[in-house]
């Protein structure tokens, strides 16, 4: 496996898509739906987010959706079934809960095949997931995902302590106040699991530089 972390392009597509998802989780049908999986004391926070701080949690280095990378029995079923026939007709019907799925989907699939340590660091996923990912051709996936209304998930939606980091301090107008709590985060992602399967990702956590990206101050 190739070890080395991700690019500043990816960083950015990281940024944009927790954008996207933010936006989504402050005001939309499917946002409060998404809230919902949260604790009582966190959803409204989400709903009152600024574009300020959208713009500010966006830049955490890691995807703050889910694509349920660590539901085994999900992705074992969704391979198990019958793939949906017609894309086309499927995002039509509801574009606004495939878009950013599929989008995040084509993301992480690009960087399985060329980098799978890269999708682990960003979404937490196990091996076994980047591997089953990067088998798939994206057509076949997105076939097998179009119409779903359960694929999409707020990551770790009932760590509340993890919840309280990123809404407190990792909102802060400190810049240094704001990495020092999304790094934290990342870092309680990437030390889940058991101590054999993940010791490579918890020095990752550790080692790893933060992105050079831009965040507002």
Known sequence: MDFSGPEL????????????????LRG?????ELRQQMAPTLRPMLGGLSDLQIERLSATPFLL???????????HR???????????????????SN???AACLGFLWQLARRNPYAVRLVSGAT?????????????????RMAGRGDLLRVRRAGDVEFWNKLL?????????????????????ILTAGPVPRYRSLRAAACNAPAPSLRIAD
């Open 9 to 24: 392009a990816d960083y950015c597509n990281v940024q944009s898509l927790n954008c996207e998802f933010l936006i989504r």
């Open 28 to 32: 939309s049908s499917s946002g409060r």
């Open 65 to 75: 959706l889910s694509l349920r990378e660590r539901d085994e029995e999900y992705w």
């Open 78 to 96: 969704l391979a198990s079934d019958e793939p949906n026939g017609d894309l086309l007709i499927a995002a039509h019907q509801s574009h606004e």
């Open 99 to 101: 878009q950013l799925p």
């Open 127 to 143: 091996l076994n997931w980047c591997e089953r990912l990067a088998e798939c051709t994206l057509f076949r996936l997105l076939q």
């Open 168 to 188: 407190g301090p990792g909102l802060s107008s400190e810049r240094d106040v704001r990495r020092a709590a999304q790094l934290s985060a990342l870092q309680s």
